[in-house]
């Protein structure tokens, strides 16, 4: 899964722009797919405390760099279908963002069905259109509802979230600063730490006292301010982070092999 998330994410990125963050533990797994990477742009985490800081901690790094580069976040347990197209839409919202700084911009797919453990974004009212995608504004989020409710969703306003998000750097930095500011907090004696020899102790000190704040439930959720969705047509995406969906595609790809 790693390695198709990179070569997908090269698609549209080069690969001394990609900073690849996993839990040390993973690095086993993780390390054979990473040939040809620099180190600096490989970061391992001591634990795991959620998508939050996963999200920040390389974050930081990108910043140290670059205070006004543009970043894309992309999960590496998605299953895709026509992941060129999928790459395309991602260049439109890079597009998008360039021009309009204080967005950042989720990735939202169609689905045929609304399932209770998927996250789902509500649009609202039509922003732009940018080399044929539409984006819209966020009206909420709906993270994980049960099956009552997401069986209730108007299909033709909502869309699953795919967590694939861009923006510039400096503000995914300020929704950390204004809506978790306990966890900004920790991390800033992390960033005053970065590429020094305390590095690698510091991190694990702060990440010992870290709670885990999951990303969608703690900060999109919870201000749909400045947040965007583009429409993501024509391509198949899952999260492939249940085994019965890895299963389920599985078979349905067999199937479709066999027609």
């Known amino acids: 899964m790693l390695a198709h998330t990179i070569a ?12 690849v963050t996993f839990k040390k533990e993973h690095g086993e797994y993780a390390r054979p797919d990473l040939e040809g990477f620099d180190e600096r742009n490989v970061i391992m985490q001591p634990s795991n405390k959620e998508t939050t800081a996963s999200i920040l901690l390389p974050l930081l790094h990108i910043l140290r760099q670059d205070p ?4 894309v976040v992309i999960p590496s347990d998605h299953f895709i279908v026509r992941e060129e197209l999928f790459m395309q839409h991602v260049a439109a919202g890079a597009e998008f963002v360039e021009h309009h700084a204080k967005y950042l911009i989720l990735l939202g797919t169609d689905s045929e069905d609304f399932l209770p453990d998927y996250g789902w974004i509500e649009m609202n009212m039509r922003i732009a259109e940018v080399r044929g995608c539409e984006i819209f504004r ?3 989020f709906l ?6 409710k997401a069986h209730s969703l108007q299909k033709d306003r909502t869309v699953c979230n ?3 998000m861009i923006g510039y750097a400096s503000a995914l930095l300020r929704k950390f600063r204004l809506i978790t500011p306990a966890v900004y907090q920790a991390f ?19 990440y010992s006292g870290l709670p885990a704040v999951d990303f969608s439930k703690a900060i999109l959720a919870h201000d ?36």
């Open 162 to 164: 795919t967590l694939v």
């Open 143 to 148: 993270e994980k509802p049960d099956a009552k």
């Open 8 to 19: 997908r994410a090269e698609l549209l990125i080069p690969k001394d722009r990609l900073l």
């Open 68 to 71: 006004d580069a543009r970043v």
């Open 188 to 206: 800033k004696e992390i960033d005053a730490d970065l590429l020094s020899p305390n590095e690698e102790e510091t991190i694990k000190r702060v």
């Open 138 to 140: 966020v009206k909420r």
């Open 224 to 259: 749909t301010h400045g947040l965007a969705v583009l429409r993501v047509r024509n391509v198949y995406w899952n999260d492939w982070g249940n085994a019965s969906r890895i299963q389920s595609d599985l078979a349905r790809l067999k199937a479709e092999s066999e027609f």
